[in-house]
């Protein structure tokens, strides 16, 4: 089983440009989450999807959002970049079943850099 | 609110000596605990988790044991190798929602 993929691997911006990013789950999985991992941060949750719907939202401003497709492939955006957002960001699939934890699958991450 | 605090690394140990990651946290009710491990440009992988005090988890020969009493879940192996040197992670699930908690990571170096 394809484990999850995420694309581009490396991406290089300017401030006030926008960023999407991509990640395909594994199959079979519903659930994509999405985290910012950075050095001074840490791992800081920015939203999950379920079935096309945002269902769980961490604390991040409205220039992050996301959206899910039917084939349960997410994208991210990053609207009007900051330097500041420069970061690793990792994609989990689940299965997504409610009312229970789902074990997450990691992609190997976007490297961002915004100059 | 939930939190979990981990040792500050980065911890350097010599093949096949014993490792120890401490790792407290602060929940309400009763959280599920994890480890996650994070080898070089690779995302995140489950290494291990309890689901309950006074279980324990292992896989790979790292284990840890769920302390309620403590509120710790403190990894452990008992020989180290070089392909063990990543980063770890530990984790707590204590809501509905099923959100992970995150600990800050430890680096582990290990020199043959």
């Known amino acids: 089983k394809a484990g999850v993929t995420q694309t581009p691997r490396y991406l290089i911006k300017t401030r006030g440009q926008q960023v999407t990013l991509s990640c395909s789950p594994i199959?079979?999985?519903?659930?994509v989450s999405w985290y910012q991992q950075t050095p001074g941060q840490g791992l800081q949750f920015l939203f999950e999807y379920f079935s096309e719907t945002q269902r769980n939202k961490g604390n991040f401003p409205g220039r992050f959002s996301g959206r899910q497709f039917s084939n349960s492939r997410s994208e991210m955006n990053v609207s009007t970049l900051e330097l500041g957002d420069s970061a690793l960001y990792l994609c989990a699939s689940s299965l997504g079943s409610s009312g229970t934890y789902n074990e997450q699958f990691f992609g190997p991450g976007t490297r961002l850099t915004v100059l | 609110g939930n939190s979990v605090t981990q040792m500050e690394g980065p911890v350097t140990l010599s093949e096949e000596a014993f490792l120890t990651i401490n790792c407290t946290y602060t929940?309400?009710?009763?959280?599920?605990l994890f480890w996650y491990v994070q080898y070089p440009g690779e995302g995140l992988q489950l290494l291990l988790k309890a689901t309950k005090a006074d279980d324990k988890g292992s896989n790979k020969g790292f284990e840890a044991t769920y302390r309620k009493e403590t509120t710790s879940f403190h990894l452990e192996k008992g020989s180290v190798q070089v392909s063990d040197s990543a980063v770890y992670f530990c984790a707590l699930i204590a809501d509905s929602n099923y959100q992970l908690i995150w600990g800050a990571g430890t680096k582990l170096i290990i020199k043959p």
């Open positions: 929940a309400t009710g009763y959280p599920s």
């Open positions: 199959s079979g999985h519903r659930s």
